[in-house]
């Protein structure tokens, strides 16, 4: 007799609000509750660190802010020297012209508008220029976890990792970084918002490769309905394929 919906054992076949826990359960276990690898003291570090990161790696990042950290310590800082001084400082994550112009941007919104410090609201800090949800829980989920749980516009960071493993995963279909984070928010619990983007991302950086997903050594496969070991297409290639609304 088939299984009924009552008494059929989970598998990845098993719809995205039966496995979503389980999933989350073991990337939690496997990446440790999810660490945040850009280096950072301060919510405003964290930003700054954020916006380097951009079509960059952390490790770049990371080499970058151990000297730009102590030179440019508060936002006052970064808008004391010439332009070309802080584009020559961060050139090497790429892109340093637009970056130089964002970090000094958000540097001036935050003496004018926040006393220089970095609020911990998302609606306030979605008001700095060049930050997006994104970055924004990103600084929330990295260095003001306390303020994200409280905070009911706050949600989960969703970047290139996030956006690829959710569909894999068949937690969403969207290409848009808002619809897949609503989503995401309708499966993870609140207290989970910010580890759940955190070990997301991990578990795409080093098992769920955008062009090789090591299917074999994943944690998650038997929950995953995109494993290659088990015959599946990959639906983040799927989605593109069938021009996946946003
Ligand atoms: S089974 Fe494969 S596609 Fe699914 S999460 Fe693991 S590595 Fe990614």
Same mark, same amino acid.
Request: proline share 7%; with cysteine; net charge negative.
């Given at each position: 007799?088939?299984?009924?919906?009552?008494?059929?054992?989970?598998?990845?076949?098993?719809?995205?609000?039966?496995?979503?826990?389980?999933?989350?359960?073991?990337?939690?276990?496997?990446?440790?509750?999810?660490?945040?690898?850009?280096?950072?003291?301060?919510?405003?570090? !964290?930003?700054?660190?954020?916006?380097?990161?951009?079509? =960059?790696?952390? +490790? *770049? $990042?990371?080499?970058?802010?151990?000297? @730009? /950290?102590?030179?440019?310590?508060?936002?006052?800082?970064?808008?004391?020297?010439?332009?070309?001084?802080?584009?020559?400082?961060?050139?090497?994550?790429?892109?340093?012209?637009?970056?130089?112009?964002?970090?000094?941007?958000?540097?001036?919104?935050?003496?004018?508008?926040?006393?220089?410090?970095?609020?911990?609201?998302?609606?306030?800090?979605?008001?700095?220029?060049?930050?997006?949800?994104?970055?924004?829980?990103?600084?929330?989920?990295?260095?003001?976890?306390?303020?994200?749980?409280?905070?009911?516009?706050?949600?989960?960071?969703?970047?290139?990792?996030?956006?690829? !493993?959710?569909?894999?995963?068949?937690?969403?279909?969207? =290409?848009?970084? +808002? *619809? $897949?984070?609503?989503?995401?928010?309708? @499966? /993870?619990?609140?207290?989970?918002?910010?580890?759940?983007?955190?070990?997301?991302?991990?578990?795409?950086?080093?098992?769920?490769?955008?062009?090789?997903?090591?299917?074999?050594?994943?944690?998650?496969?038997?929950?995953?309905?995109?494993?290659?070991?088990?015959?599946?297409?990959?639906?983040?290639?799927?989605?593109?394929?069938?021009?996946?609304?946003?």
């Amino acid at each position: 007799m088939p299984d009924s919906p009552t008494n059929r054992p989970l598998d990845r076949d098993s719809g995205k609000t039966l496995r979503a826990p389980h999933i989350l359960a073991a990337l939690l276990d496997e990446y440790d509750g999810g660490v945040i690898e850009l280096d950072h003291s301060s919510p405003f570090e !964290l930003l700054i660190a954020t916006v380097l990161s951009a079509q =960059s790696t952390d +490790v *770049k $990042i990371n080499e970058i802010t151990k000297t @730009l /950290f102590t030179k440019y310590p508060g936002p006052e800082d970064y808008l004391a020297v010439p332009e070309e001084e802080l584009q020559d400082d961060i050139r090497s994550s790429g892109f340093f012209r637009q970056k130089t112009k964002s970090i000094r941007g958000l540097c001036q919104a935050l003496l004018a508008d926040f006393d220089g410090e970095v609020p911990l609201r998302m609606a306030d800090l979605v008001t700095l220029p060049g930050v997006a949800r994104k970055t924004a829980n990103v600084v929330l989920a990295g260095s003001a976890p306390e303020a994200l749980l409280e905070d009911p516009d706050a949600g989960i960071a969703v970047d290139t990792h996030v956006t690829r !493993l959710s569909k894999r995963f068949g937690f969403t279909k969207h =290409s848009d970084a +808002v *619809k $897949i984070e609503k989503d995401l928010m309708r @499966l /993870f619990p609140r207290e989970h918002y910010g580890s759940a983007s955190l070990v997301i991302i991990l578990h795409g950086r080093r098992v769920c490769d955008a062009l090789r997903p090591a299917c074999g050594g994943c944690v998650v496969e038997e929950w995953c309905p995109s494993s290659l070991i088990a015959g599946r297409r990959d639906k983040a290639k799927q989605a593109k394929s069938l021009g996946d609304p946003a």
